[in-house]
């Protein structure tokens, strides 16, 4: 069985500062991973995915993560914080299902970020 | 292009009560999954159709809880009779079940239930 431990329920940076969002999974097969966020009174946003392609994946707005398989993570990041960042992220990891190309996503517990001036 | 759509977006009501939750996903999405977040833990796999049939309903809390999907399109999740515990927000998602890691779900707004 699969799952997700996000580190940190809360994160607060500064406006212009770094974003590191940890995550890491546990998987018994080669897992997909993913990103989402979710804005105030939205729904759920994929930011990026790994597909095994490069182990450094971009996604929208800035964001990148990289896929490390020694340490079973896949940590989120930006340079540099902005006000509109401010949201829940959500990890997640996907098993197929029986040789299929589809499955349900296992979801860490979520991180809350906090930007501030 | 439409996304995912969910009705209602809030819904309170008394414990025994009944409700049903609507999901249309994007069109042409073969598969619809059902998620939940109950206040200050995760968001939850509930079940996955793959068009019309249940394809995992592994994550259904216990028979108080029904989802249909006639015809593949869009999917209602009946709660009856809701208890407390029902308490918290109903994601929907669909995907379109491509090779690999291309597949990607797409996620509605939820569905905010509240039980009195």
């Known amino acids: 069985a699969q799952s997700v431990t996000q580190l940190g329920s809360h994160v607060s940076v500064s406006e212009g500062a770094l974003v590191l969002l940890r995550c890491n999974y546990s998987?018994?097969?080669?897992?997909?991973l993913f990103w989402y966020v979710q804005y105030p009174n939205q729904g759920l946003q994929l930011l990026l995915k790994?597909?095994?392609?490069?182990?450094l994946v971009k996604g929208i707005n800035g964001f990148e993560a990289e896929f490390k398989k020694s340490e079973t993570s896949f940590h989120l990041t930006k340079p540099s914080a902005h006000m509109s960042d401010a949201a829940e992220y959500f990890c997640?990891?996907?098993?197929?299902?029986?040789?299929?190309?589809?499955?349900?996503?296992?979801f860490g517990q979520g991180t809350i970020l906090t930007v501030h001036p | 292009e439409a996304g995912v759509t969910q009705f209602p977006s809030h819904s309170v009501i008394e414990k025994g009560q009944t409700v049903t939750l609507r999901c249309d996903p994007i069109?042409?999405?073969?598969?619809l999954y059902w998620y939940r977040r109950v206040m200050g833990k995760e968001i939850k796999f509930l079940l996955h159709?793959?068009?019309?049939?249940?394809?995992?309903e592994s994550g259904m809390p216990n028979n108080r809880f029904l989802a249909e999907r006639t015809g593949g399109t869009y999917s209602t999740l009946k709660v009856q009779p809701a208890e407390l515990e029902d308490s918290g927000v109903y994601f929907c998602?669909?995907?379109?079940?491509?090779?690999?890691?291309?597949?990607?779900?797409?996620f509605g707004p939820g569905t905010r239930l509240t039980v009195l």
């Open positions: 998602a669909s995907s379109q079940g491509l090779a690999g890691a291309m597949d990607t779900q797409y």
């Open positions: 998987s018994s097969v080669p897992p997909y």
């Open positions: 790994y597909t095994s392609a490069a182990t």
């Open positions: 997640a990891v996907r098993t197929n299902a029986g040789g299929t190309s589809y499955g349900k996503l296992t």
């Open positions: 069109s042409g999405h073969d598969n």
């Open positions: 159709f793959v068009k019309e049939s249940k394809q995992d």
